[in-house]
């Protein structure tokens, strides 16, 4: 495997992980190893979708609810 | 990464913007994606208008200026202005916007062949934390001249990017 699609598995291992809690792209793009410019561009030539369209495809519906919500709850666990 | 440290008086340029995710659904390194697509559409609008235009202005240098706030951490979007120097705002032709970038010192690093299309923001973020500096404002630009050949030729090719820096 080449290593830009290694470091893109381990971008979308690092959003698998953490779904619950409020991520930013530049986070993903800390975890894969690149800025965020060079991340966003190979993100996108790989995966064919933008980072965080796929993060909030990814992120489960009650997560995203609560975000458009404003509501203060926590994130952690995904619970409710 | 070797750079050169200079200052700078405001750069005004005129030229045409794009704000988002510029890769989005479309080939990375071409000329299809939206920043490729902003250049086509700026030299074109300098073709159909080159007898209105200054020499200067229509042959460049060329800047293609990032520009970062608030969601572009969180999201991934940003600015991208593609233009051209203009001496003055009442040089501004109606068709486009200005962009003035402040005085400031800035890092001047030069990039040539495969490095262009690498990571050379990483490169440059880890040379700022190296040398004591940090970014004075949220941008940064490209400068192509006639060094650059296109990204058909891209191993000929050199251009300059510049970051504006402060001491921390």
Redo the contacts between chains.
């Keep these: 495997m080449d290593p830009q699609t290694e470091r893109i598995l381990a971008a979308l291992g690092y959003i698998e992980q953490h779904l619950c809690e409020p991520i ?3 986070d993903i793009a800390r975890a894969a ?10 993100f ?2 790989i995966v ?1 979708h ?4 796929y993060l909030m495809r990814r992120r489960p519906w009650r997560v995203s609810l609560r975000r458009m919500r404003a509501l203060p709850e926590p994130l952690a666990g995904c619970s409710g | 990464m070797e750079a050169t440290i200079i200052a700078l008086e405001p750069i005004l340029l005129a030229g045409l913007s794009f704000y988002g995710d510029p890769f989005n659904a479309s080939d990375v390194w071409t000329e299809e994606n939206q920043i490729g697509q902003l250049w086509q559409r700026f030299m074109k609008y300098l073709k159909h208008h080159q007898n209105e235009l200054d020499e200067t202005f229509q042959h460049g240098p060329f800047y293609e200026v990032h520009l970062y706030g608030p969601e572009t951490e969180s999201e991934g979007l940003f600015e991208v202005f593609v233009g051209s120097r203009i001496p003055g705002i009442e040089e501004l032709p109606y068709h486009l916007m200005a962009k003035r970038l402040p005085s400031t010192q800035y890092a001047v690093f030069t990039l040539s062949g495969k490095e262009i299309v690498g990571d050379w923001e990483q490169e440059i973020l880890a040379w700022l934390d190296q040398n004591g500096y940090r970014e004075s404002y949220p941008f940064n630009f490209q400068y192509y001249d006639a060094r650059y050949k296109g990204l058909d030729s891209v191993d000929d090719s050199e251009i300059d990017v510049y970051l504006p820096i402060e001491a921390t």
Excluded: A, C, E, Q
């Design positions: 930013m792209v530049s190893g690149y800025s965020l410019f060079h991340f966003i561009r190979t996108n030539k064919r933008t980072p965080y369209d």
